[in-house]
């Protein structure tokens, strides 16, 4: 997994529960939050990355409740999860070092001289 950008789903799946447990609809309001409002993730996108993330051990059920007759669970970030969105994070940074740097270079133009 390390060896694989994440997509941004599960990125932002995972950045919303680093700080502390949610259910569902929460994890949605905080992907909201994160992105300033810009991705709106789809419930039937969440719960499949939720299954896939569980799958891969990244996440666990952090408890489960009865809310107004429906059972809500709560998800957390495992160990391995929080290691897999440190990596990426740094893999994230880095690249946009590069680009810092890239851009701090100017753009050359055909003649040599930059813009």
Known sequence: MADRQLQEPTRLVLTALADAPRHGYAILQEVRAITGGRTRLLTGTLYTALDRLLQQE???????????????????????????????????RASLAEAERRLALGRTVPDGSTA
């Open 58 to 92: 990244l996440i666990r059920i952090d408890h489960e409740e009865i809310v107004d007759g429906r059972l809500r669970r709560s998800f957390a970030l495992t160990e391995q999860g929080r290691e897999v969105l440190g990596q990426e994070t740094e893999r994230l």
